[in-house]
């Protein structure tokens, strides 16, 4: 249903283009501060735009921590008029399992934080068997998956 593609200098516009819905503005970074953080740590991190029949859909960042060691996954969306097709559950699949290939090094865990007012986002990640860990900063709870 859905494809990650490496982010490239033939699709960024596409990433920058994403939109979220009202209101969601909270939950996520936009995708041009998250390809500045992809650029500051060029070593340890993949952005990946979420393609559906060809066309960016979305947008998610996934981050080795070698103090950890652990993956994150940081900036997940998909744009306000793609939302609801299944996109993020599917994108999902294919991140964890990208990680499981272990691209930057060696860890079993792989962690995210959700704000606590997403509860799509939060259910979602629950679905994919990451429970929270108890940790909070603000209004941000952390979630983990051991793989």
Not at 4 to 20: G, P, Q, Y
Not at 60 to 78: A, G, L, N
Not at 86 to 97: L, P, S
Not at 117 to 139: C, I, M, P, Q, W
Request: charged share 25%; aromatic share 12%.
């Amino acid at each position: 249903m859905t494809e990650l593609r490496k982010i490239t200098e033939d699709n960024f516009i596409d990433a920058f283009n994403l939109k979220l819905a009202p209101g969601q503005e909270a939950f996520v970074s936009h995708p041009i501060r998250s390809l500045a953080q992809a650029y500051v740590y060029r070593d340890q991190c993949q952005p990946f735009g979420i393609f559906a029949e060809g066309k960016m859909v979305g947008y998610v960042m996934v981050i080795y921590d070698y103090d950890v060691p652990e993956y994150d996954i940081w900036h997940m969306m998909i744009d306000e008029t793609m939302q609801g097709r299944g996109y993020g559950v599917d994108a999902m699949d294919k991140v964890i399992t990208y990680i499981k290939t272990k691209p930057f090094g060696d860890s079993g865990r792989i962690a995210l934080t959700c704000n606590k007012h997403n509860s799509v986002a939060g259910k979602l990640y629950e679905r994919k068997g990451f429970t929270a860990t108890g940790v909070e900063d603000e209004d941000e709870v952390e979630l983990v998956l051991t793989v």
